[in-house]
């Protein structure tokens, strides 16, 4: 492939973009800083100049995943007008499962040495959670306090991240091979969700 020049923004981008197609195809054992560049028409060094290494790329590359899912969480928090976790479940399922960027967040937490990993904007997600529940939140009921609102989330992300990771092995060890229970599980965690908001 030609290279082309790019404007360091836009050449990022656009290795971030090749990068991640190489992620989602063969998961992070299978990504090499060569063939992403060659992939992308830039050299290996603008590769590493941009991203400093390979595990530099991958955070990256899960970082534009999870800043995606956070600006789509917050316009979903921001315009909704009754408690329904459906919609940022699906969304959820769709960046951490379908989009194979759970198991590339916990290979990075597994691979750095203090367990980090890219978090997007995470607080803005909460404050926005928070800021939809006070908004709906029926009168004459106690406000939910920011740190129930913070754990509430957690719970969200840790059972959609793990799904992603270990669901599968998981509901085939418990008995639960059958087509739909990947989806069943999925409306166990609205309807638990649900019943936490509403209390």
């Known amino acids: 492939m030609a290279r082309i020049r790019r404007p360091a923004a836009e050449a990022r981008a656009h290795i971030v973009a090749v990068a991640r197609e190489h992620l989602l195809e063969g998961g992070p054992a299978a990504l ?18 941009h991203f400093g290494s390979r595990e530099g790329l991958i955070g990256a590359v899960v970082d534009d995943a999870m800043q995606r899912l956070d600006n789509e969480l917050e316009e979903i928090l921001s315009t909704t007008t009754e408690l329904d976790p459906s919609p940022i479940v699906e969304a959820m399922t769709r960046v951490m499962t379908d989009g194979g960027h759970a198991r590339l967040i916990a290979w990075l937490a597994l691979s750095s040495t203090d367990g980090s990993i890219p978090g997007g904007r995470v607080s803005q997600v909460i404050d926005a959670v928070h800021g939809a529940r006070l908004r709906l939140a029926p009168d004459g009921t106690t ?21 992603a ?29 649900r019943r936490w908001v509403t209390g």
């Open 32 to 49: 090499r800083l060569k063939e992403v560049a060659q992939a992308a028409g830039v050299s290996h060094p603008t590769v590493l100049h």
């Open 143 to 163: 406000p939910p306090t920011y740190e129930d609102s913070t754990f509430l989330s957690l719970l969200v992300t840790y059972a959609m991240v793990g799904e």
């Open 165 to 193: 990771v270990i669901g599968p092995g998981m509901r085939r060890n418990c008995g639960l091979d059958r087509p739909e229970a990947r989806a069943d599980f999925r409306k166990g965690l609205v309807d638990l969700v």
